[in-house]
């Protein structure tokens, strides 16, 4: 390590100790040639990867953008802030662990999902329901069927049924009543 004042690299570690936070370490050292001393600290690199939207821009990680998106689908819903704080730091431990240099926004999207799909279904169907920009009804509708079982388990039907999209009003109105009305296992 280079004296600060000299620039010499002659120096010597006089003390080292762990930071109160626990995440750094405090070195205390002696220049060997102007016999002054000075401190570095070691920390552990977090550098975050850039997020690369769908139109192909590049702009950088921002957790706030990311608890932005937590409010407004938790808008007026019962989750205590310290949950959305603790999804927020899972994602962002998410991201970290990756070690990728880019990650795409809709992988970030799918990560705010899953979370809010455990802290609150209105929620999470708020957040799909922008996020995915439901185009019809069948897209509600599937994304209803998300909240009744957990997500990443996929059925076995791609696609709209073929016919179901003649049949608006009511009709789809009932389906989705009856996709809320089965018995949920969360
Ligand atoms: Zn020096």
Redesign the pocket.
């Known amino acids: 390590m280079k004296?600060?004042?000299?620039?010499?690299l002659e120096?010597q570690v006089i003390d080292s100790r762990v930071s109160e936070t626990g995440d750094a370490i405090r070195r205390r050292r002696k220049?060997?040639?102007?016999?002054?001393r000075f401190t570095t600290f070691e920390t552990v690199e977090m550098r975050m990867p850039q997020v690369v939207k769908s139109n192909g821009t590049r702009i950088d990680f921002n957790v706030e953008k990311i608890r932005t998106g937590f409010n407004r689908a938790l808008h007026k819903r019962f989750v205590p802030t310290e949950f959305v704080d603790q999804a927020i730091a899972r994602i962002t431990a998410n991201v970290h662990s990756l070690g990728e240099r880019e990650i795409s926004s809709r992988s970030i999207g799918e990560m705010v999902m899953a979370e809010l799909y455990k802290l609150d279904k209105i929620a999470y169907i708020r957040f799909a329901s922008v996020y995915k920009s439901f185009q019809d009804v069948e897209d509600f509708r599937s994304a209803l069927h998300e909240v009744e079982r957990p997500p990443g388990i996929k059925g076995g039907k791609a696609g709209a049924k073929p016919g179901s999209k003649g049949a608006a009003g009511p009709g789809n109105k009932a389906r989705v009543a009856v996709v809320k009305s089965r018995p949920t296992s969360a």
């Not at 004296?3 to 010499?8: E, I, M, Y």
């Not at 220049?31 to 002054?36: E, L, R, S, T, W």
């Open positions: 004296c600060p004042f000299c620039g010499s120096t220049c060997m040639n102007c016999d002054k």
